[in-house]
């Protein structure tokens, strides 16, 4: 079964560091690029940026670009977003998905394959 | 402000049809190929169609996809009250290098 599995429910401070997990498994994980989608309490999704577990190439959203970091150990097929100084406004759920994309009659990206997500809450 | 514009809700009664409509621009929808997604209360997203009008494997043929220039619709027929969620359009924005994603569409079944 094609699955990815995140970390669980994280409760910080403003100011402190976290970084969270999404391992996936049952494909061969290092052929599919990771994305990163974020959502705010009661609001919409918000792509944040895809990350190519082969080669560790990272694309940002213009407005996640120095705000968020996303990696990748393909050597145990893990995708990580973290953070260096956390606000109360990084308080969402974050989803990892696994992202389908080429080029047909133009350019297709879909995510097919979603994490549960987890849950950031940052607090004083 | 999403780049994608949807209506912030839409409802119908069950056994009813309703469509949902993804709006863009030529750097986006115009140009490249239109996903959407069924997220239910409490759980993660879920893909319903992808590449404008295409159902993943499971996915009940009572949702289907278009595309015309730079918007996209989503059709659900025979409605359920299980189909109670929002629906997210989504695509690749070529002027951001980025995807994008509407602000989603509130479904509910009278």
């Known amino acids: 079964e094609v699955q990815l599995v995140q970390s669980g429910a994280e409760v910080r401070k403003p100011g402190e560091t976290l970084k969270i997990s999404c391992r996936g498994s049952?494909?061969?994980?290092?052929?599919?690029?990771i994305a990163w989608v974020r959502q705010m309490p009661g609001k919409g999704l918000e792509w944040m940026g895809i990350?190519?577990?082969?080669?560790?190439?990272?694309r940002y959203s213009p407005s996640f670009k120095g705000q968020v970091t996303i990696s990748v150990d393909n050597s145990v097929n893990t995708a990580y977003l973290q953070w260096s100084s956390l606000k109360a406004s990084d308080t969402a759920i974050y989803y990892c998905?696994?992202?389908?994309?080429?080029?047909?009659?133009?350019?297709?990206?879909?995510?097919?394959?979603w994490g549960k997500g987890t849950t950031v809450t940052v607090s004083s | 402000q999403s780049v994608l514009t949807q209506p912030p809700s839409v409802s119908a009664a069950p056994g009813q049809k309703v469509t949902i409509s993804c709006s863009g621009s030529s750097s986006d929808i115009g140009n490249n190929y239109v996903s959407w997604y069924q997220q239910l209360p409490g759980t993660a997203p879920k893909l319903l169609i992808y590449d404008n009008n295409k159902r993943p494997s499971g996915i009940s043929d009572r949702f289907s996809g278009s595309k015309s220039g730079a918007s996209a619709t989503l059709g659900i027929t025979g409605l359920q009250t299980g189909d109670e969620a929002d629906y997210y359009c989504g695509t690749w924005d070529s002027s951001l290098d980025a995807g994008v994603f509407g602000g989603g569409t509130k479904l509910t079944v009278l």
């Open positions: 049952g494909y061969s994980y290092s052929t599919y690029w």
């Open positions: 990350v190519y577990p082969r080669d560790s190439e990272t």
């Open positions: 998905a696994r992202r389908r994309s080429g080029f047909l009659r133009g350019f297709f990206q879909y995510l097919d394959v």
